[in-house]
Every structure is written in structure tokens, then in C-alpha cells.
């Protein structure tokens, strides 16, 4: 691929065009594009004006830039995380509507928790996931489900740290992060409370394919005060156990 003056390839550079949107700046401007992605500001003219031709970027009135619709069908068809969503989205609408909480579900993509669903309801409280927003694997309580779980270099790689607090409840200390892994691996759930946001719990569970492999976290986040953790764990182990029969492709015969 044709390399720039500066020696970073045309697909380099449309990566990093592509990712300097993200789910808490879906619009920006192009001088902004530029200088996230790296590019001068007339290079960032002539890219956008061809993603745009092409349908990959969109512009709106005001000028500023987001990703374009046919950049969405194309990312979409036979992704692995919608045929994920599609098995999954029955039984997290029965989670979703028997605790009437916030239930989302997440895969391990990197080094983060990339959420792929995310469901509420008008009464649900604060929560900063977004569908297709990613969340720190030590922080949340399905970063640390997919953690437990994970490869043992990216478990490592995370406890080498640096282990950055979120919030005052977030696990900073490397002991502490690897002892509470062990403890998820053991029950099979995790309850971290005050760990993304001082005033939510959040509470997750492994989803695993039908051969034992985690491929996903279950979660709620429930209000700090939530009456009764105990049922609301209930609900998601069920809801997991479905998920797993739907992708097993045994639906209705979990319980
Ligand atoms: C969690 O998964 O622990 C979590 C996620 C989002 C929040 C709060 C908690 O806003």
C-alpha cells in the first residue's frame, strides 16, 4: 500500500481516521479529525471527501463528520458480535425485564471489555456504557468476568499494569486484582460495587459457548442500594445458561 512522506501506509491512515470517532464523540470536526488521527489538515480534507463519495464517512449540516451508513452495513454483515447479539437478545430482554435493570452483554476485544449489548429501562439508573463502547477490563464488573477467564498472557498483561482507578473502589493493587480473579473463576460471578461509578453495582457472569470456553459476560448494574443482589444474580446465571443453550443451538432447554 502507497506510503506517505512521513512512511505510514494509505490503510494506516485510514485506521486512523476510522478510529478517532468514537461512542462519546460520534461527530467531529475535520481540523479535530486531523489532529486525532495524525494527519495533515489537507490530507484529512482530501480522506474525508473520498470516504464521504464512498458512503464510508457522513457530513452533516454543520460540517462535522461521523461514520456513514454504509460503513455500518458493511462492519454489520456476518459480524461475529451481531450473530452473538441476535442468540443473546432474547434471554437479556427476559433478564432486562425482571430485574428492570440495566443488562448488557460484553466479549474480550484487546485489552477492554467491548459491550455489544446494552438494554434499560426508563426506571434504570446512571450507567456510562454505550453499545459499542468499551469499558477497562479491572474495573468493570464484566471486564473482570472476561479477565478470569482470559488468556493467560492478556490476564498478565493487565496486572502488569498500570491498573488506573476509575472510581475510589476500583482495584488498583495487582495482588488484590489477581486473588479476586481467582475468587471469579471459583464462584463464577463478580459483584463490584462502586468500582466504574461510586453509587452503581454492577454484577456479572461468564457465558460460555457449550464446550466450557467463556466467549462473553452477562451483567446488571444495579443501583448501589439494590434491595436484593442475590435474586439479581440468579437471574443473570439463568440468563447466561440460555444464552449458552441458544449458541449451543438447544434453546428452551436451559434451567
Ligand atoms: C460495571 O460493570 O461494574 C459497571 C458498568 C457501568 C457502570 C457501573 C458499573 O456505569
Do not use: C
Not at 512521513?6 to 490503510?11: A, N, R, T, V, W
Not at 428492570?100 to 434504570?124: K, N, P, W, Y
Not at 488484590?176 to 466504574?196: F, M, P, W
Not at 462473553?216 to 440460555?242: C, F, I, M, T, W
Amino acid at each position: 500500500m502507497a506510503n506517505s512522506a512521513s512512511g505510514d501506509s494509505m490503510l494506516d491512515r485510514l485506521v486512523r481516521v476510522l478510529e478517532s470517532f468514537d461512542t462519546g464523540r460520534p461527530t467531529q470536526t475535520i481540523a479535530d479529525l486531523a489532529r486525532r488521527a495524525d494527519l495533515p489538515l489537507s490530507t484529512a480534507y482530501r480522506f474525508v471527501g473520498e470516504l464521504v463519495e464512498r458512503g464510508l464517512l457522513e457530513r452533516d449540516e454543520s460540517g462535522e463528520v461521523r461514520i456513514g451508513m454504509h460503513l455500518w452495513e458493511l462492519t454489520t454483515r456476518g459480524s461475529r458480535a451481531l450473530e452473538l447479539r441476535r442468540l443473546a437478545l432474547p434471554s437479556m430482554g427476559r433478564v432486562q425485564a425482571r430485574l428492570r435493570e440495566h443488562t448488557q452483554l460484553a466479549v474480550l476485544e484487546g485489552d477492554s471489555a467491548l459491550f455489544i449489548e446494552r438494554l434499560s429501562g426508563a426506571s434504570s439508573g446512571a450507567n456510562i456504557t454505550r453499545v459499542a463502547g468499551r469499558l477497562p477490563l479491572h474495573a468493570s464488573s464484566s471486564g473482570l468476568v472476561l479477565l478470569a477467564y482470559a488468556p493467560a498472557e492478556v490476564r498478565e498483561r493487565i496486572l502488569a499494569g498500570p491498573l488506573l482507578p476509575v472510581a475510589d473502589e476500583t482495584i488498583t493493587d495487582p495482588d488484590q486484582l489477581r486473588r479476586t480473579l481467582a475468587h471469579v473463576r471459583e464462584r463464577g460471578h463478580v459483584r463490584a460495587l462502586g468500582s466504574i461509578e461510586h453509587h452503581s453495582l454492577g454484577i456479572a457472569v461468564p457465558v460460555d459457548d457449550g464446550s466450557g470456553r467463556v466467549i462473553a459476560a452477562l451483567s446488571a448494574v444495579l443501583p448501589r442500594e439494590y434491595p436484593n443482589p442475590d435474586a439479581a444474580l440468579a437471574v443473570l446465571v439463568r440468563g447466561a445458561k440460555e444464552i449458552t443453550a441458544a449458541i449451543a443451538g438447544r434453546e428452551g432447554v436451559a434451567n
